[in-house]
């Protein structure tokens, strides 16, 4: 987990979850933002969901924040 999370601050790639609780911790200002999903979905309504949250949004308004959708 620590060389994925490191990839993804180094890149300022958002990280997509179910394990919201343990990846929170490592929201930093201007790094990474990390989303967390329910894991009781299917790919399908992961892809809808994710796909409504930020379509539409600047990219930058998910660096360094924890949201749970």
């Known amino acids: ?3 994925f999370i490191k990839k993804a601050i180094g890149n300022k790639c958002l990280v997509l979850t179910i ?3 343990d990846f929170r911790r ?6 990474s933002g990390v ?3 329910n894991s009781q979905l299917s790919n399908g309504n992961i892809d809808k969901l994710v ?7 600047n990219p930058q308004d998910f660096l360094g924040k ?3 959708i």
């Open 1 to 3: 987990m620590r060389i």
């Open 19 to 21: 394990n919201f609780k």
């Open 26 to 31: 490592f929201v930093k200002d201007n790094k």
């Open 35 to 37: 989303i967390g999903i």
């Open 51 to 57: 796909a409504k949250f930020i379509s539409g949004k």
């Open 66 to 68: 924890g949201t749970k």
